[in-house]
């Protein structure tokens, strides 16, 4: 699990393996073969899921998704962090030093 935004900040987020991803209809979905879960990323959260298949900061993703969309930074990066610390939890990131 996430502990903090400070330790989220100076990690490298990546996604984690044993995932069968697919799009459907605009939206990402992903089944876990760990866990045998689906789920469904949605269209932001599947452009997360994108930007992550090679390990990023919190503030690269957090900037590249500006980029995309009409928001400001920190509600940008709050959301992102809720959702990293959900995809965390079920274990489909992976977190590396930076």
Do not use: H, R
């Amino acid at each position: 699990m996430l502990k903090n935004k400070e330790s989220l900040s100076t990690s490298l987020i990546c996604q984690g393996t044993g995932n069968i991803v697919s799009n459907m209809e605009n939206e990402k979905v992903l089944l876990s073969v760990k866990n045998s879960k689906y789920y469904n990323l949605g269209g932001v959260g599947g452009a997360i899921w994108d930007l992550i298949e090679k390990p990023l900061t919190l503030n690269n993703i957090v900037s590249s998704l500006m980029c995309e969309y009409d928001i400001d930074y920190t509600k940008c990066e709050d959301q992102v962090i809720t959702f990293l610390e959900i995809l965390s939890i079920e274990g489909l990131i992976e977190l590396k030093e930076n």
